[in-house]
């Protein structure tokens, strides 16, 4: 059963998934030396790196040693690096640069100006960093954290409802045609999503109240609301604002 964590608005959201944020990847260094994050773009998800960025400035935290922390995407646009579009870009300016996190722990996916002209090529040189990282055979290193955003018809990462990506098996996909611009992006895929130790959706605003009612509801297709499919393997956790959470059941009693 995922758990469901309503704050009062999108500000104190993005605090409260900070504070957490920092204390989990805490934790994971406390057990393993090192932890993982995978990131998500988005209003709410750059808005919860922001805050990171505030809470790690903060001397009686716990603390995250930034420089053990490997950073992952869910998706980012095959745009040039320099653009504005670009999830890792936002992630950079809001958290990664003012923390100092060391250039080889930044696993950014390509931009379209790199090594790469194709998506599907990026896609396949993503996954193949991926397996470097896990190593041992696997195609997937440990994930201690997967962050994710959801779109108002319900897209997670850059899997789109009813699109090829939402029946992919592999870890890591290009989309193409994509409807919310820019069309072109790498996601991972549901297989690589649902591998990460805890996932979070971090959901705000009224308008996406009716996805979010519908993924935590039984039944709800994945292919055509992959929020639907979405599940950590040791969490899922759901972290919404009153507006996203305003079309939920009330709770019985
Ligand atoms: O296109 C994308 O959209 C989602 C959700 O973004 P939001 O601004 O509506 O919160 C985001 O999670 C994803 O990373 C991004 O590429």
Request: no cysteine; glycine share 14%; hydrophobic share 30%.
């Given at each position: 059963m995922p758990d469901v964590v309503v704050e009062v608005?999108?500000?104190h959201l993005a605090r409260s998934v900070a504070e957490a944020l920092v204390a989990r990847l805490a934790a994971a260094q406390a057990v393993h030396g090192t932890a993982s994050v995978v990131l998500t773009g988005g209003g709410i998800g750059t808005a919860v790196l922001e805050e990171v960025a505030d809470v790690a400035a903060e001397p009686v935290r716990e603390t995250v040693d930034w420089a053990a922390v490997d950073v992952w995407w869910g998706d980012d646009r095959f745009v040039p690096a320099a653009d504005d579009e670009r999830n890792e870009k936002a992630a950079r300016r809001a958290l990664l640069d003012v923390v100092g996190v060391p250039a080889a722990r930044v696993h950014a996916m390509p931009a379209s100006?790199?090594?790469f002209a194709e998506p599907e090529d990026a896609a396949a040189w993503y996954a193949d960093e991926l397996a470097a990282a896990a190593g041992d055979g696997r195609a997937l290193p440990r994930f201690d954290v997967l962050l994710l955003g959801m779109g108002p018809e319900?897209?997670?990462a850059s899997i789109f409802p009813g699109t090829p990506a939402a029946r992919?098996?592999?870890?890591?996909v290009a989309v193409r045609d994509c409807p919310k611009p820019p069309p072109t992006r790498v996601s991972l895929g549901f297989s690589a999503i649902n591998a990460a130790e805890e996932v979070w959706l971090l959901v705000s605003g009224e308008a996406k109240a009716p996805a979010v009612a519908a993924a935590l509801a039984e039944g709800t297709d994945p292919v055509q609301l992959p929020a639907a499919g979405v599940r950590g393997v040791r969490a899922t956790r759901w972290l919404l604002d009153r507006a996203a959470a305003g079309k939920l059941p009330a709770p019985p009693g």
């Open positions: 608005d999108a500000a100006d790199g090594e319900g897209h997670v992919d098996e592999r870890p890591v």
